[in-house]
């Protein structure tokens, strides 16, 4: 049997410190989880990358995943991977990372697509952990969960 799992992913990047912060929520069922996290002297992209990684994490080989953000390196992602599998032009930074993505894509069904970013959506709610991730990350490599008490907030509808 395979479980569907639906993922928000969002960035938040500062060019001037060049410090960024990425944050995902996870609806497996009715359970949710979540996570942040944040990296000094890394690009927009290397921070999108790393963030949809971590999403991905520990996920049941048999999952359907759905990831969905409102950031366009995101929401491009799973296009940018068959792309390249197809032998278009290849990424010039970040090589490691996108070897991961393509790999973890090849090995499993992975949607990705846009999302809205609105209030009171779990888009919103991972933007808002982005930032804060982002901020913490200005001073020192930072990753944490997200409490349960806060996921609670996140505007998941479950159908």
């Known amino acids: 049997m395979s479980d569907n799992i639906r993922i928000w992913v969002e960035i938040s990047h500062q060019p001037a410190f060049r410090a960024g912060g990425w944050a995902f929520v996870r609806a497996e069922g009715r359970a949710l989880s979540g996570a942040a996290g944040g990296e000094r002297a890394a690009s927009p992209d290397a921070i999108a ?3 949809v990684l971590a999403a991905l994490a520990d996920l049941p080989a048999n999952a359907a995943v759905e990831v969905l ?8 992602l799973g296009r940018r991977v068959a792309e390249l599998e197809a032998g278009g032009e290849a990424p010039t930074e970040d090589l490691a990372l996108w070897a991961q ?4 894509m ?3 069904a992975i949607r990705t697509g846009a999302a809205a970013s ?3 959506t779990p888009t919103a709610f991972a ?8 901020d913490k990350a200005k ?5 944490a969960a997200i409490p349960k008490a806060n ?3 996140a505007g998941v509808q479950f159908s």
């Open 49 to 51: 990358l790393a963030g």
């Open 69 to 76: 953000s409102a950031t366009p390196q995101i929401a491009r």
């Open 101 to 104: 993505i393509a790999a973890l």
């Open 106 to 108: 090849r090995a499993r």
């Open 118 to 120: 609105q209030p009171r």
């Open 127 to 134: 933007a808002a952990w982005a930032e804060l991730a982002r």
């Open 139 to 143: 001073t020192r490599p930072f990753r």
């Open 151 to 153: 996921l609670a907030k």
